[in-house]
């Protein structure tokens, strides 16, 4: 089974510019999953995506959102882009079941804001 | 509010002998543990994980205990490669999808 794919793979921008980034699950997996990694707050949660609804919302404003389509893939768009969007931006599918779900992960889009 | 905690932020450990990584939690409704290895600019790799009704799962090298009384989760690799160098991540969830994660350990494996 092919894995989670992400593209693009690298991507740089300056501030106030928009961006989207792209996520195909593992196939068969409904629910899809977004998290940012930056060296000082980690790994946090973004948004989950199952069934083309947001299921689930971390703490971000409302620049970040997502949607997901009838194939389950998942795309993130980033607006008015800042400095501190700078970061790795990861995708992990799953199942989407209750309980023991476990996501598995892209390899990431490495966006740099200039 | 940290609601995963790995304090060693590195670990050190020779070739065949044993790693062990220890991670903290708070949230007394996390009922699913994970642990992720991550390289440099890629994304996590799923290693191993336990539900809280569990205290022990073991796959091949990698072992995972739950002290939930203590809040408490180990990840044991036995025995360590020099291949297993690298950012390990536990990872938590309680209802939901939402993945918490600690702040990771970095693992070094020397020859």
């Known amino acids: 089974k092919a894995g989670v794919t992400q593209t693009p793979r690298y991507l740089i921008k300056t501030r106030g510019q928009q961006v989207t980034l792209s996520c195909s699950p593992i196939?068969?997996?409904?629910?899809v999953s977004w998290y940012q990694q930056t060296p000082g707050q980690g790994l946090q949660f973004l948004f989950e995506?199952?069934?083309?609804?947001?299921?689930n919302k971390g703490n971000f404003p409302g620049r970040f959102s997502g949607r997901q389509f009838s194939n389950s893939r998942s795309e993130m768009n980033v607006s008015t882009l800042e400095l501190g969007d700078s970061a790795l931006y990861l995708c992990?599918?799953?199942?989407?079941?209750?309980?023991?779900?476990?996501?598995?992960f892209g390899p990431g889009t490495r966006l740099t804001v200039l | 509010d940290q609601q995963v905690k790995q304090n060693s932020p590195s670990l050190s450990v020779q070739e065949g002998r044993i790693s062990i990584l220890n991670c903290d939690y708070t949230?007394?409704?996390?009922?699913?543990f994970l642990w992720y290895k991550k390289y440099p600019a890629e994304g996590p790799t799923f290693l191993i994980s336990?539900?809280?009704?569990?205290d022990k799962n073991e796959d091949g090298r990698f072992t995972v205990f739950l002290n939930k009384s203590a809040k408490h989760l180990s990840l044991h690799i036995v025995p360590s490669q020099p291949g297993d160098s690298a950012v390990y991540f536990c990872?938590?969830?309680?209802?939901?999808?939402?993945?918490?994660f600690g702040g990771g350990t970095r693992v070094l494996v020397k020859p």
């Open positions: 992990a599918s799953s199942p989407g079941l209750a309980g023991q779900d476990t996501q598995y």
């Open positions: 196939s068969g997996h409904r629910s």
């Open positions: 995506y199952f069934s083309e609804t947001q299921r």
């Open positions: 949230n007394s409704m996390f009922d699913y």
């Open positions: 336990i539900s809280s009704i569990k």
């Open positions: 990872a938590a969830k309680a209802a939901g999808n939402k993945l918490t």
